[in-house]
């Protein structure tokens, strides 16, 4: 029974570009939540994704994107790349926005991405 | 939005020693999580612990929501559980979990 799976592992980018990551959630799981950890910090939300709409978002700005696939992957879209966006990108998969009691996240190992 | 501090935010332990890491809140919660992430960065599902205890193994948690914290329990600790213990509430009806900042154990052979 797979886990979360992201990819890629570690990335490098250019001041500027914008980027794609990618999350596939644990089966049986539909709804997915991306998080940015900066080095030394707890994770902070981006958004949610469930039923293929984004359901919540935290503070961050447009150039944050995502979408999620009728398959409950994801991806996670950041335009206009800034040195400050250097972090690590989190995936969690859980079974409805709302899990019932018993149930959390499922966190994947996450994407490094480096702006230069 | 709701505030999530945890204490203390640096332990050093030597092995077998046990410890308790707490998590407050500032707001009214419905769920509320803790993980522990490893130096490569995994986090791990611990407890999903709205309210009440739970045990596994070594650990337990207790989440008393009426009065906004929540506690983690390491007994006998070993060098694989160094790391980092986040809390992460969410925030009632808003399907979002928080993260607080975190404790970074360190437990020594």
């Known amino acids: 029974d797979a886990g979360v799976t992201q990819s890629p592992t570690h990335l490098i980018k250019t001041r500027g570009q914008q980027v794609t990551l990618r999350c596939s959630p644990k089966s049986g799981h539909d709804t997915v939540s991306w998080y940015q950890q900066a080095l030394g910090q707890g994770p902070q939300f981006i958004f949610q994704?469930?039923?293929?709409?984004?359901?919540q978002r935290g503070n961050f700005p447009d150039r944050f994107s995502g979408h999620q696939f009728p398959n409950y992957s994801s991806e996670l879209n950041v335009n206009a790349l800034l040195l400050g966006d250097s972090a690590l990108y989190l995936c969690a998969s859980s079974l409805k926005p709302y899990p019932p009691s018993g149930y959390g996240y499922t966190f994947g190992s996450g994407t490094r991405l480096t702006v230069v | 939005g709701i505030q999530v501090e945890q204490s203390p935010p640096d332990l050093i332990l030597q092995e077998g020693a046990n410890s308790t890491l707490r998590c407050n809140f500032s707001d009214s919660v419905n769920n509320l999580q803790w993980f522990h992430q490893n130096p490569w960065g995994q986090l791990i599902n611990l407890f999903y612990i709205p309210s009440g205890t739970k045990q596994n193994g070594r650990l337990s948690a207790t989440t008393v929501a009426t009065e906004r914290y929540s506690l983690l329990y390491i007994s006998s600790s070993q060098t694989t559980d160094s790391g980092v213990y986040f809390c992460a509430p969410e925030n009632s009806g808003t399907y979002k979990y928080i993260f607080g900042t975190g404790t970074r154990l360190k437990v020594l052979a």
């Open positions: 994704y469930y039923e293929e709409e984004e359901r």
